[in-house]
């Protein structure tokens, strides 16, 4: 049974950073890409970035260059850095396989 547990995050400052953290289990983790995606307040789900089995990684535009994603394949975890934050960024955050999500995490952009 396919898990994954979002964690990281929270409120910050215009302009801060944080790290994401998803601990995924039931699968075998090195083998699959994974992925970030948000939905912000009263908005439709968007893809923010995706990162395959080699390491990898593809970004929306709207994130490129102030975000990154990576992973610890010993660690069964994928992470995602965001710095530069803005208050547009503001959002739950959710990683994915497949059609399997987290719970997601907020993160609120706000000074």
């Known amino acids: 049974q396919v898990q994954l547990v979002e964690s990281g995050g929270g409120l910050v400052q215009p302009g801060g950073s944080l790290r994401l953290s998803c601990a995924a289990s039931g699968f075998t983790f090195s083998s699959y890409w994974m992925n970030w995606v948000r939905q912000a307040p009263g908005k439709g789900l968007e893809w923010v970035a995706s990162?395959?089995?080699?390491?990898?990684?593809n970004y929306a535009d709207s994130v490129k260059g102030r975000f990154t994603i990576s992973r610890d394949n010993a660690k069964n975890t994928v992470y995602l850095q965001m710095n530069s934050l803005k208050p547009e960024d503001t959002a739950v955050y959710y990683c994915?396989?497949?059609?399997?999500w987290g719970q997601g995490t907020q993160v609120t952009v706000s000074s």
């Open positions: 994915s396989l497949g059609l399997n």
């Open positions: 990162i395959n089995v080699y390491g990898s990684s």
